[in-house]
């Protein structure tokens, strides 16, 4: 029989998520290279990402980090939730703040986490993120970090560059805060608040009524090989393990451990004075039961019956082809609209590096089943030409990587001129700061009489936003709208190679 | 004009006239003799070109054939020295084109030789600090840094010893009046303008596709913040109104690198002409006149310059000036 001294496996734990909690803090606060050099490390075993690419790519290769991930819960349990899980951590710093008051075993609610799951994998797979998108544990803490904890963040950082500036130090710079629009900070709070307080008084009480990820593998650590597990033949019946369970899974009084609630956090493991807590495979003795078949199989029938009925009422849940001017320009590298719906659970990491800030979140722009996905806001950035920062990091898949020749020819929108608006056509004077701006010249003077008039030609456009964003009329005179199927565009080529700069040769001044 | 009682008179007068000028020619030219001689003996033929021109410094000098900042040495040399612009204990601001993030070959910004040497000269003449910025021409947050730092100007500019300082921000701005405008009434100018004793204009010229030229008048929208007002109000006129409220001592037009079409950007090196050109000038409009020909551009075309001239902020008839023309190589 394996057992490891228990001291040590909280010790371990606690030092794990240390770690790990700064290097998130790292992630989401310290821009966009700090965040892609962190990224492939912290974010490739988040489950939904993991498995959002795995069906995304379908190849060995993409699919490797979910099955390590899978593989490693069989193994050892619900290792992830209290080692990588961010949201975890976030709920492990509120339950500390709460004093970790002595608890009463929960009661396992599973007919609300198996209904709450069921739920989210079904509209999923039908095409609607509406529940996954509200529930990944992932995309949550990306969220709450990056609009909560960032301008918190940025805000102490402006003080000190302001300070600094006094005394003539530019080393820093002042940078903007982005607060999201009202319905989606709403959103953002409820579900912060909501944690926030459960995990207070409760501990990793939403982990087990809500949280899809957790309840699947939850299941999956019923089989796990190692598993903390009670001898009840050495229980005293003291109740020290219940106060310190951060799940409540432990019942002293029915003498079992809930596995599919454990989260495997050690606590309970250092506080029995019997020693018959421990973290090892199932013994030949009979342990203690998990939560009753009864209770699963009810739970099950429940989440069914819930899901079929919501499907039902659902298809308003899938979106219609979205047409025209309301479908939203999403970034490049998404390749159309459909891949980044159907991939996108808007953690907004991308909202959070982008450095024109034109990455916004949205609210319903891409309907229910795509709440809170992100778009481009061409009001309040363009799309830098040089810049692949929301590439670089999406761990879903949803904006896939591209190198930088075929991103500044990715083609996300395309623009359009209204004459009507043109302060050229209007006022016959010059302006130009769309043409100014455009970085493929896809905008061109044309000189007509007096004036210079920009001239739009359509192949060399990538719907970047420069001009949108660089026109002073409002409502603006030059638009871009979506392309909901991302292709390339022409690109104008210079016929000069690097090395012959044309020389001229001329003597004297031209004056 | 004076009235003749008799044809006879007038002959007079013109022919004293016609007198005049013969003896003053005659005297110029034993004057040149005599200075040509004394200079063959004294082994010394560059001071030639000081003894024939009329006294005091030059209105423009032009100098070709020479990496930026030797060019520039020599051009502010013939200017007659940069403590003519720059006095003792002075707050300097060093305003350079830093509008895109573009390196150096694609003469989308200034030089960062020039500017470094630019700011040498200042620290030289006895400047207590020199400034350095741009708000670039992205109209989003987020790409200054990168202009900045691509454009070599950065590093050279502190290299040198002067505080390279931030453009991309609201807060540094104050909103000002521009008395005597036409277009530009009021506008937000960054607060180093307000703070400096001094603005040398160190801009790059090259094409623009809708103000055919971008060089001195137009480097300065970089010290505004809402540059799409400009846009909006007529923007020619508007670069002419901002240069009565902001008047550089002296403005060092970079044409060692010149953008010859599709600019501002450019869309490439096969744009760029490798002209080795430096202009130095107090003279806002006479430098841009200059420039406008340097990128082969009829002046006229450059509507800004005739509304630059109409507020008195220059000449673009380069005939009545004092210029020096000199080649390095």
């Known amino acids: 029989m394996i057992s490891v001294e228990p001291g040590r496996l909280k010790k371990l734990r606690l030092c794990a998520a240390c770690a790990l909690s700064i290097l998130f803090l790292s992630l989401f606060l310290g821009g966009a290279e700090v965040a892609g050099i962190l990224s492939p490390f912290l974010l490739s075993f988040q489950a939904v990402p993991a498995a959002l690419r795995a069906m995304g790519d379908v190849s060995l290769s993409a699919a490797t980090p979910l099955l390590l991930l899978l593989g490693a819960t069989l193994l050892l349990g619900r290792v992830y939730c209290s080692f990588l899980c961010p949201l975890g951590m976030v709920q492990d710093v509120c339950n500390r703040l709460g004093g970790l008051r002595t608890r009463a ?20 797979l039908f095409g609607s993120f509406a529940l996954l998108n509200l529930l990944d544990p992932w995309s949550m803490s990306g969220r709450l970090a990056g609009h909560l904890l960032k301008p918190l963040a940025l805000s102490v ?22 607060i999201p629009p009202a319905s989606v900070l709403a959103v953002i709070l409820f579900f912060g608040l909501l944690i926030g307080a459960m995990s207070l008084r409760f501990g990793r009480a939403w982990c087990n009524l809500f949280c899809p990820v957790g309840t699947i593998l939850g299941l999956l650590s019923r089989y796990s090989l190692l598993g903390v597990r009670l001898d009840p033949q050495n229980c005293s019946g003291c109740r020290r393990c219940e106060t310190v369970c951060k799940a409540g899974c432990i019942d002293i009084r029915r003498g079992s451990i809930d596995r599919d609630r454990c989260v495997v956090c050690f606590n309970c493991l250092t506080v029995c004075p019997q020693g018959a807590l421990a973290y090892r495979p199932a013994g030949r003795r009979m ?44 970034p490049p590298g998404a390749k159309s609209l459909k891949n980044f719906s159907r991939s996108c659970t808007a953690c907004h990491l991308c909202v959070n590096v982008c450095p024109t800030r034109v990455l916004v979140p949205a609210y319903l722009a891409y309907g229910i089943a795509g709440i809170l996905q992100p778009r481009l806001d061409y009001r309040i950035g363009h799309c830098d030409f040089s810049c692949h920062a929301c590439g670089l990091i999406c761990p879903s898949g949803a904006i896939v990587p591209l190198t930088p020749a075929i991103k500044k020819q990715t083609r996300i929108g395309s623009v359009r001129l209204y004459e009507q608006r043109c302060v050229v056509h209007l006022n016959k004077k010059h302006c130009g700061a769309c043409g100014e701006a455009c970085p493929t010249h896809a905008i061109i003077p044309a000189e007509k009489g007096r004036v210079v008039f920009p001239t739009i030609e359509q192949d060399y456009c990538i719907g970047c936003g420069a001009c949108e964003k660089a026109c002073p009329t409002s409502p603006r005179a030059i638009v871009v709208t979506a392309e909901q199927v991302h292709g390339l565009a022409k690109k104008r080529l210079d016929p000069t190679p690097a090395a012959a700069l044309p020389v001229t040769g001329e003597e004297g001044f031209p004056f | 004009m004076e009235q003749y009682s008799t044809a006879e008179e007038a002959d007079m007068v013109k022919k004293g006239i016609k007198d005049r000028k013969r003896r003053e020619f005659i005297g110029k030219g034993v004057t040149l003799g005599a200075a040509m001689g004394a200079s063959l003996l004294l082994g010394d033929p560059a001071r030639l070109a000081a003894q024939i021109m009329p006294p005091g410094p030059p209105d423009l000098v032009a100098v070709r054939n020479g990496e930026p900042d030797v060019m520039f040495r020599k051009a502010i040399e013939l200017m007659g020295g940069m403590d003519r612009f720059v006095k003792k204990g002075q707050t300097v601001l060093v305003k350079p084109n830093i509008a895109f993030p573009s390196a150096p070959e694609y003469g989308a910004n200034t030089n960062p030789l020039l500017v470094k040497a630019v700011v040498e000269h200042c620290f030289a003449a006895g400047a207590r600090k020199v400034y350095v910025f741009d708000n670039v021409a992205a109209t989003s947050a987020g790409i200054a840094a990168q202009c900045y730092k691509n454009s070599g100007i950065e590093a050279a500019a502190r290299g040198a010893g002067a505080i390279v300082a931030p453009g991309d921000h609201e807060r540094y701005y104050q909103s000002v009046e521009i008395p005597g405008s036409v277009s530009l009434r009021t506008t937000k100018v960054h607060e180093l303008l307000l703070e400096s004793d001094a603005v040398i204009n160190v801009p790059v010229a090259k094409h623009h596709g809708y103000t055919f030229l971008t060089a001195a008048m137009k480097n300065l929208m970089g010290v505004v913040w809402d540059r799409q007002h400009y846009h909006f109000n007529g923007l020619d006129q508007c670069i002419a109104d901002f240069c009565l409220l902001c008047k550089p001592v002296l403005n060092v037009v970079d044409a060692y690198r010149v953008m010859m079409s599709n600019g501002p950007q450019g869309q490439g090196l096969s744009d760029v002409a490798l002209r080795k050109m430096l202009l130095l000038s107090s003279d806002i409009v006479a430098v841009d006149t200059a420039a406008a020909r340097l990128i082969e551009r009829d002046p006229m075309q450059v509507y800004y310059l005739k509304y630059g001239q109409a507020h008195n902020l220059g000449t673009m008839d380069l005939d009545t000036l004092n210029i020096i023309r000199h080649d390095l190589g």
């Not at chain 1, 709450?116 to 994998?121: A, K, P, Q």
């Not at chain 1, 402006?158 to 940078?175: Q, R």
């Not at chain 1, 019956?305 to 082809?321: D, E, F, I, R, Y």
């Open chain 1, 287 to 330: 342990d203690a039961e998990s939560a009753s078949r009864r209770e699963f199989l009810w739970g099950l029938a429940l989440a069914g019956t819930t899901a079929v009925g919501s499907l039902a009422a659902s298809t308003g849940l899938v979106p219609a082809g979205m047409v025209g001017q309301s479908v939203p320009i999403f």
């Open chain 1, 157 to 178: 950082a402006n003080l000190a560059v302001a300070t600094l500036e006094i005394f003539d130090i530019y080393v820093l710079s002042f940078k903007k805060l982005s």
């Open chain 1, 105 to 124: 075993p929960l009661p396992p609610f599973a007919a609300v986490r198996y209904s709450f799951t069921v739920l989210t994998v079904l509209a999923a």
